[in-house]
């Protein structure tokens, strides 16, 4: 059985035995569950926030002027046939 202290803040510190097991370090996010009277938490890994830029596009941003005008000229020719 391992212990912590809580602070005046309200943290504590994961023993690092559990922080090496979990493979949590700093900066990492925990959740925290209250199931059955007790506290399960785990870290948080892989959100949709930590994917961002991780998937180069081959196309640049779609300019929307060029599209609409584009789009303005196609019904433009097609009703003038």
């Known amino acids: 059985m391992l212990t912590s ?3 005046s803040k309200g943290q504590m ?7 090496d097991y ?3 370090s700093a900066g990492d996010r925990l ?3 209250i199931r059955d009277g007790e ?3 785990y870290p948080v890994k892989g959100t949709l926030l930590d994917l961002r830029g991780s998937i180069r596009s ?3 941003p779609e300019d929307l002027d060029a599209v609409r005008k584009a789009v303005r000229e196609k019904i433009a020719r097609k009703a003038a046939q």
């Open 39 to 41: 506290v399960i938490f």
């Open 22 to 24: 979990l493979e949590i």
């Open 58 to 60: 081959d196309k640049h």
């Open 5 to 7: 202290r809580v602070s």
């Open 31 to 33: 959740t925290f569950i």
């Open 13 to 19: 510190t994961i023993p690092k035995i559990i922080r």
